[in-house]
């Protein structure tokens, strides 16, 4: 609090019930983690009943004898009530664990919160707070989200993600319904281990670094440190993971669950735009004379009259190791559009075992795709991207690569994907 007037100010709110949730949150935690608060409101209290003890004594002193009406305020014993049943809530929010909520500590890029109750805001700024049952979406390939847990757990999701809240039977839970999440769980104390739900496994962990990506079929998770335990819900088997180990859990019992070694990193990446659910995200063309494989451009409304058209392509999902930006790694897509418009390349990256990194993006001009209506490919060194934020590194050089996206302003653009490569610096570069 910025002093202690204002701070009991916020206590005496509290008293008479006028604090919105989010003041109700920080409320609890003050009288969880300050005596100095407790003892305000015990003293206001203790000031409560000496109040209604004197009334109460001047109500039954000898008077003359005279017929009035006697006084009664009720108001008095009520304030006492309150305060001591007030008093009673401090100690009792002091001596439990601090509720499940998560703040946004960090944003870029068009987000949208959606409250337990249905209420939905479009708008997210640093400092939310999302308590049980409240959800976040991330409605972009460019956007990310940090989130603090209040137990010091730090998880961020990035493209196109909706992540919410859950109590799993009184522990801290979250629901990864798609998307890409990244976790540093934190133990404190006794607190309960955090379970992640995904449409394909329950996973759970008291301490661990993961990431995490999951779509309707199949989910991919990657333990850098720590230790997790996987459930998959299409038959119950369980698995434990280790620091250094991932697994793929699918809704398909016939494709086998099972945990193996990370494999080294690699400085080459060919998408495979059939390799299996969740490679490409896009729209599926028919085939023509020129191309056996075609991806259309997804129309994604990220606000309010505000819409793109965008495909992306994941590096996990498509079966590939760990890819590694090197100073010289460039990107080859082919493709195809309608209209002599510019175009928008992205790379989503992550530290190497480790956590989200940052989105960095390069802008294609016209001019370098050609005649519209006719295919193109173009290479896009790595120096031509920038960050999508300030507080990165100009270049994500030592990183790795999540994932790439591509995308147009214009619907009449019909952007189509026909190949997706990841190229390493060139001999003697």
Not at 139 to 151: F, G, I, M, Q
Not at 244 to 256: G, Y
């Given at each position: 609090m910025a002093s202690n007037e204002n701070q009991n100010e916020l206590l005496l709110r509290y008293l008479d019930g006028s604090l919105d949730p989010n003041d109700q949150a920080m409320v609890a935690d003050l009288l969880r983690e300050d005596a100095g608060a407790?003892?305000?409101?015990?003293?206001?209290?203790?000031?409560?009943?000496?109040?209604?003890?004197?009334?109460?004594?001047?109500?039954?002193?000898?008077?003359?004898?005279?017929?009035?009406?006697?006084?009664?305020?009720?108001?008095?014993?009520?304030?006492?009530?309150?305060?001591?049943?007030?008093?009673?809530?401090?100690?009792?929010?002091?001596?439990?664990?601090?509720?499940?909520?998560a703040k946004v500590s960090a944003i870029l890029g068009p987000c949208q919160y959606i409250a337990a109750d249905g209420k939905v805001q479009n708008e997210?700024?640093?400092?939310?707070?999302?308590?049980?049952?409240?959800?976040?979406?991330?409605?972009?390939?460019?956007?990310?989200?940090?989130?603090?847990?209040?137990?010091?757990?730090?998880?961020?999701?990035?493209g196109r993600s909706r992540l919410r809240l859950l109590n799993v039977d009184g522990r801290r839970g979250v629901q990864l319904a798609y998307g890409n999440l990244w976790a540093t769980v934190a133990k404190q104390g006794r607190v309960n281990p955090v379970s992640i739900q995904t449409p394909t496994a329950t996973i759970e962990t008291s301490t661990a670094q993961f990431d995490l990506e999951?779509?309707?079929?199949?989910?991919?998770?990657?333990?850098?440190?720590?230790?997790?335990?996987?459930?998959?819900?299409?038959?119950?088997?369980?698995?434990?993971?280790?620091?250094?180990?991932?697994?793929?859990?699918?809704?398909?019992?016939?494709?086998?669950?099972?945990?193996?070694?990370q494999p080294k990193p690699v400085n080459d990446w060919n998408c495979h735009l059939l390799a299996g659910p969740g490679a490409a995200i896009g729209n599926w063309l028919p085939a023509d004379k020129k191309n056996s494989v075609r991806l259309g451009a997804k129309p994604l409304l990220i606000g309010k009259k505000a819409t793109i058209y965008m495909a992306k392509f994941s590096v996990q999902c498509s079966g590939s190791p760990a890819v590694l930006i090197e100073n010289g790694s460039k990107v080859r897509i082919t493709g195809n559009t309608q209209t002599e418009n510019p175009i928008y390349l992205g790379l989503t990256t992550q530290r190497i075992k480790g956590g989200f990194f940052g989105k960095y993006i390069a802008k294609v001009e016209a001019e370098a795709l050609g005649q519209a209506g006719e295919p193109w490919q173009v290479e896009v060194p790595l120096s031509k991207f920038k960050p999508k934020t300030e507080h990165r590194p100009d270049l994500p050089i030592g990183m790795e690569l999540t994932d790439i996206w591509i995308f147009s302003p214009e619907e009449s653009a019909e952007l189509e994907i026909h190949r997706v490569e990841f190229l390493p610096k060139e001999v003697g570069q």
């Open positions: 407790r003892a305000f409101l015990r003293g206001v209290a203790e000031q409560a009943v000496v109040v209604a003890d004197v009334e109460r004594i001047d109500q039954h002193k000898p008077q003359p004898a005279r017929i009035v009406a006697p006084e009664f305020h009720p108001w008095k014993w009520a304030v006492a009530a309150a305060a001591a049943l007030v008093l009673l809530a401090a100690f009792v929010i002091a001596s439990i664990p601090p509720g499940h909520m997210v700024k640093a400092g939310t707070l999302l308590k049980v049952g409240d959800s976040i979406r991330t409605r972009s390939s460019s956007t990310w989200v940090k989130l603090a847990l209040n137990d010091g757990s730090v998880m961020t999701i990035a999951a779509h309707p079929t199949t989910s991919i998770l990657r333990v850098n440190d720590g230790f997790v335990n996987v459930e998959r819900l299409a038959d119950g088997q369980t698995a434990d993971i280790a620091a250094d180990h991932q697994a793929v859990i699918s809704i398909s019992r016939n494709r086998q669950f099972a945990v193996m070694r």
